[in-house]
């Protein structure tokens, strides 16, 4: 059975300082997803991994994915507050897609 | 852009009752799926659909069921109501065969059971 896990599952950081948010699961899969959600919203996608060694950025967002290891990292560099939401990686089994239980990521000025 | 539309944004029914959620989405995606969101525990799959009348049981279907009569229209069906299936539902659709395409997600509809 295809399992996910996020950590950390809370992340409170001082804006301008830089932090990695770990996502591993437990089968085969070269399909990674993150997502975004901000408070009584729904989910936006922000990435989408398809296979090792792929790498994407947006902005002050990095992924990256290692599918031998099993691990996506969501790396934000010099965080700014509006980067504070919960953020949350999926991985895709043969359309069954399973999600980690979410980052809640706060940035402090 | 994708639309996912959720029936009702919030919604208060009483334990014992069959409750319908409904979901529709506008860009012919072959894939639609129920998540439930709980806090501390990420979204959950409910079940997913991958095409007109067929359905896939996801990590908790246990009190659910569903209906895809219509490609755009993928229905959740809580067949007697419980207090502990109080929770945000989320229904999400994805292009079929396409693993490069992320899900595309409702507002949400979140169910209070009394």
């Known amino acids: 059975e295809l399992k996910v896990e996020q950590n950390p599952l809370f992340l409170s950081m001082q804006e301008g300082k830089n932090y990695t948010i770990y996502c591993n699961y437990s089968t085969t899969s070269d399909r990674l997803y993150w997502y975004r959600q901000d408070p009584g919203k729904s989910l936006e996608s922000l990435f989408v991994?398809?296979?090792?060694?792929a790498v994407k950025q947006e902005g002050r967002l990095m992924a990256s994915l290692d599918t031998k290891a099993r691990l996506s990292t969501l790396h934000i560099t010099a965080a700014v507050h509006d980067l504070s939401a919960t953020y949350f990686c999926a991985v895709d089994n043969n359309n069954d897609m399973r999600f980690g239980a979410g980052t809640r990521l706060t940035v402090k000025p | 852009d994708v639309k996912v539309t959720q029936s009702s944004r919030y919604l208060v029914k009483r334990t014992g009752e069959k409750v319908f959620l409904e979901c529709v989405q506008d860009m012919d995606h072959e894939n639609m799926f129920w998540y439930r969101q709980d806090p501390g525990l990420g979204l959950r799959l409910i079940y997913f659909?991958?095409?007109?009348?067929?359905?896939e049981k996801g990590d908790i279907p246990e009190g659910y069921s569903v209906s895809r009569e219509k490609k755009e229209r993928f229905s959740l069906i809580l067949e007697s109501a419980s207090t502990n299936q109080t929770s945000m539902y989320l229904c999400a659709s994805g292009r079929g065969g396409l693993p490069n395409q992320p899900q595309h997600f409702g507002d949400g509809t979140r169910l209070s059971i009394l």
């Open positions: 991994l398809l296979s090792n060694g």
């Open positions: 659909s991958y095409d007109v009348k067929m359905k």
